[in-house]
């Protein structure tokens, strides 16, 4: 089986526990999130999940329709196929002297990244990109010695028109619905 | 009007249509209790310890098919509560738990009897909730109720400080639920059935596999209809038992570890397998690399991360088995497979799984087929777990649905005597005879105070073999018959049961039986009969741990296989 890192992008109500019992699923199942990001959304109410997983296609699926169980989970689909843009955002604290100050600058120029906070022996950057971008200024600026990193995780939006987890209000699923991604998956005729 | 918590709960339970809940007082719920008086129409049956709460609310609801009511108070009250909570998710059984938690100020600072069951539960509800005012209990009742009751069925626990019971607020109970993450797909795919209803009509050996989702959509006379239109074997897994007559010519019995051998056989050699509101448990496929080979595999099920978990999957249908079964079968173009049951045939005289051994002794096999013949089928038949439920599956015969209670999933040991007690209580009309290992029943032997106390007509038989039986089967077979730590001596049943007030009787010999069984029936009220059954009998088939449904051993080896892990 080969296991890829999947993007799963959730709409989960504004409820205490709900990370909880997602997290939870999670570990009971067997998976390691590699990175969880949650915001608020367009609707009050409702909460946008980002959780970057790795595993094969199968298992992935499984532990979609389980967290799709969870009663507070309004919609989880996994856009990883539909090339997503993904970004995430990162803040580090890089040591700087007088003599690697603008050295450092010019790096941080070049990634399009940001200083945010300046104080006498360091620099604060804010980087924003897919995860290479950040790998790759990360390991730029190793060599001045980073102090501390706060990363958020992914978060993605498939390109286009497509909004996979667009709901309106009011409207209920009609009867019969269309395929389960399990059900469209499956073979063609016989 | 403005009432108190306590009475906003009793009063939404009446509009559930609640009649019985199983309960245990404390302090966290005294304030519930002290509004009991003013609904008497809410039944409350004092258990022994709250395990049984849980059971008992499971064994009414599989026995009435509405939802279960149990109660607890906080802390040791909730956990006491835990295995029957696990017990009902995994067999897919609404019911709906209760506890007491500590008063709202108290939440999260270690007080007394202050235990997270919305954080331990998680994972063996199908969802729960920590009310913090009293103004969300009508609604979240209601929630409650929905839930455990669609779609897949399943526990909901409802969390409820002291205070939030004592708190007033205004009561109106809501007409209906709106759940935005929650709307069970209930119709098939129309062109997934079309291609279900291809694959059936093409089949040269189908086999239908059912499963307790046939009994819970009450979908009995569609499967019916498809197996009769089609002509397909039925095989039932051990839940599934009851969705379709064991009478009919189309029943195959049951089928895994300790299945039929045809049913198994007949798997294995089938082309088309219809699997209808069954989960693929382990315990029904054996290895499940080597399951059903040949077969191409339809699979019903409404819930839809059931569909190819365990096993590839050919054509997947999610929806109500009701309604997916209406249309399915309108395509089904009738037809025989007059080649197949030839060989089904020969193979159920090859294999003839229901035999009772010559033994001067007494043999539980003995037990369960006399209950069957003086009952004469028409009973709700209760079962511990190991090899008491297993007999119980094989050697009584199961026409109706819901006729067969017993602990799948989980596995419980102790489920019995509660799970019968709920069942009698949902169906007071009915003859329930509860099924009991030796070492189950002191599990929840203390019940037996609540049946005396309630007179709760339940018959029970204890299958006392002096064993952890099943497990003890496991030493001989594949341990080297090392019984370790699996022999028990047991009190005198007979003198316990007469302790808390029911009548009982020692049967050792196997002429006494039918009388015993007789006797029992006559009785008014509750009875238990001590059986002392052939210590070493062991259950076939059995299909050894590792080994696929093919292999199963049907007669006893005196040297078998390799030990396991
Ligand atoms: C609560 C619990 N503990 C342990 C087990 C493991 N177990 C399965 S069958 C069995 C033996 C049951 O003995 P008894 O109730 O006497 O039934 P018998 O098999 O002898 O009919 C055991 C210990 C279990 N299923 N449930
Ligand atoms: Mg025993």
């Known amino acids: ?190 | 009007m403005k009432k108190t918590g306590a009475q906003i709960l009793c009063e939404s339970l009446i509009k559930e249509g609640v009649e019985v809940i199983f309960g245990f007082p404390g302090g966290a719920v005294l304030p519930l209790y002290d509004a009991f008086p003013q609904y008497p129409q809410l039944r409350h049956i004092l258990v022994r310890h709250e395990q049984g709460a849980a059971h008992a609310a499971d064994g009414y609801a599989r026995a009435t098919g509405k939802t279960g009511v149990c109660l607890a108070t906080s802390g040791p009250g909730a956990t006491n509560l835990v295995t029957g909570i696990a017990n009902a998710c995994l067999d897919s059984s609404p019911v709906v738990a209760i506890t007491g938690q500590v008063a709202t100020p108290f939440i999260g600072k270690d007080a007394f009897q202050e235990v997270d069951i919305t954080g331990i539960t998680l994972p063996i509800t199908k969802h729960n909730h920590l009310v913090l005012d009293a103004k969300e209990l009508a609604r979240v009742v209601k929630e409650a109720f929905y839930i455990a009751q669609t779609g897949r069925p399943g526990p909901v626990l409802i969390d409820i400080p002291r205070d939030v019971f004592q708190q007033e607020a205004e009561f109106t109970y809501p007409g209906k639920v709106s759940l935005s993450g929650y709307k069970p797909t209930l119709f098939g795919h129309p062109s997934q059935i079309k291609r279900a209803a291809g694959m059936i009509n093409g089949a040269e050996h189908p086999v239908i596999i059912a499963g307790r989702g046939v009994i819970i959509s009450k979908a009995f006379a569609e499967l019916r209809e498809l197996a009769e239109k089609a002509q397909i074997p039925v095989v039932t897994t051990l839940l599934g038992i009851g969705c379709f007559p064991e009478a009919h010519v189309l029943s195959f019995g049951m089928l895994g570890m300790h299945g039929m051998a045809y049913a198994n056989k007949a798997i294995d050699n089938a082309d088309v397998i219809a699997a209808i509101g069954m989960r693929f448990d382990d315990r029904a496929t054996g290895v499940v690399s080597a399951f059903a080979p040949q077969a191409r595999i339809v699979h019903i099920d409404i819930d839809p991360a059931e569909i190819g978990k365990n096993v590839r999957v050919d054509v997947p249908i999610v929806g109500d088995i009701k309604n997916v079964l209406e249309v399915l079968n309108e395509q089904i173009i009738p037809r025989d497979h007059i080649e197949w049951f030839h060989q089904l045939d020969q193979w159920r005289r090859e294999h003839p799984a229901i035999e009772i051994r010559e033994c001067e002794g007494l043999l539980p096999q003995y037990v369960i087929r006399q209950i069957y013949e003086v009952t004469q089928g028409d009973a709700i038949i209760v079962t511990g777990v190991g090899q008491n439920q297993m007999w119980a599956a094989q050697f009584f015969f199961y026409d109706k649905p819901n006729s067969l209670i017993s602990s799948g999933g989980l596995g419980t040991m102790g489920f019995e005597l509660p799970a019968a007690i709920g069942a009698k209580v949902g169906c007071p009309d009915e003859t329930v005879w509860c099924i009991a290992g030796d070492g189950g029943f002191q599990m929840t032997i203390q019940e037996l105070a609540t049946i005396a106390q309630e007179n709760i007509a339940v018959k029970i038989a204890i299958i006392n073999n002096g064993y952890l039986g099943m497990v003890r089967q496991w030493q001989e077979l594949f341990y080297g018959r090392r019984y370790v730590h699996t022999q028990l001596s047991g009190p005198d049943f007979v003198k316990i049961a007469e302790a808390y007030g029911l009548a009982a009787l020692r049967v050792r010999d196997k002429r006494e039986v039918t009388a015993a069984i007789e006797k029992a029936m006559e009785h008014q009220g509750p009875f238990l009969i001590d059986f002392i059954v052939e210590p070493e009998e062991n259950v076939f088939p059995i299909v050894p741990p590792g080994a696929t449904l093919v292999e199963a051993l049907e007669l006893p080896r005196p040297e078998i296989v390799t030990p396991l892990t």
Do not use: C, Y
């Not at chain 1, 990370?19 to 990001?37: G, T, V």
């Not at chain 1, 360091?122 to 706060?150: C, H, P, Q, W, Y």
């Open chain 1, 1 to 190: 089986m080969v296991t890829t890192k999947h993007t799963l992008v959730a709409l989960v109500e504004d409820k205490p526990g709900v990370l909880n019992r997602m997290a939870s699923l999670f570990r009971r199942r067997n998976f390691n999130i590699e990175s969880i990001a949650v915001g608020h959304t367009e609707q009050p109410s409702l909460s946008r999940m980002t959780v970057v997983v790795e595993g094969d296609n199968a298992k992935v699926e499984q532990v979609r329709k389980q967290l799709d169980k969870v009663i507070e989970v309004v919609k989880i689909v996994d856009i990883t196929e539909d090339e997503p843009v993904a970004r995430e955002l990162a803040l580090l604290k890089v040591k700087a002297t007088a003599s690697t100050r603008s050295e450092i600058i010019q790096i941080v120029d070049i990634f399009r990244a940001n200083i945010v906070d300046v104080s006498a022996d360091s620099l604060m950057v804010e980087v924003t990109g897919d995860e290479e971008k950040v790998d790759s200024l990360l390991e730029l600026l190793r060599g001045f010695g980073i102090r501390e990193i706060a990363r958020t995780g992914r978060i993605a939006l498939p390109r286009g028109g497509i909004a996979p987890l667009l709901v309106e209000e009011g409207k209920k699923p009609k009867q019969p619905p269309k395929p389960l991604p399990s059900e469209a998956e499956s073979p063609p005729n016989w």
